[in-house]
């Protein structure tokens, strides 16, 4: 069974940095797109980053500039670095990962295959 283990979450105050990790399998970090997504209370599920096989990374326009999507093959791991956090990045963070044989642009939940537990980020005014 597919797996992936998020840890790094907490509590942070505005202007703060946190960076997720999602720990995961061998095959997947080399043959699966992944993606970080978050849902906060009462809202829908929304992406973040994603990071496709090859490498190349795509951003939501809330977190461009801010939030880093990385994969470390020696570790199996994939990290989401974040930066200048805002109170609106506050909610539960999400890794997932797909190998459908086409991914959509934009961030489509039904892409993804496989997801995380998720982890609690809390970023304080």
């Known amino acids: 069974q597919v797996q992936l283990v998020e840890s790094g979450g907490g509590s942070v105050q505005t202007g703060g940095s946190l960076t997720l990790s999602c720990a995961v399998s061998?095959?997947?970090?080399?043959?699966?797109?992944m993606a970080w997504f978050r849902q906060a209370p009462g809202k829908e599920r929304e992406g973040v980053a994603k990071?496709?096989?090859?490498?190349?990374?795509i951003y939501a326009d809330s977190v461009k500039g801010r939030f880093t999507i990385s994969k470390d093959r020696a570790k199996n791991t994939l990290f989401l670095q974040m930066n200048s956090l805002k109170p609106e990045d506050t909610a539960m963070y999400y890794c997932?990962?797909?190998?459908?044989?086409?991914?959509?642009?934009?961030?489509?939940?039904?892409?993804?295959?496989?997801w995380g537990q998720g982890t609690q980020v809390t970023v304080g005014s």
């Open positions: 997932a990962a797909g190998r459908k044989r086409s991914i959509r642009p934009g961030f489509y939940t039904g892409d993804f295959d496989s």
């Open positions: 990071i496709l096989i090859g490498g190349r990374t």
């Open positions: 061998e095959d997947m970090i080399i043959n699966y797109y």
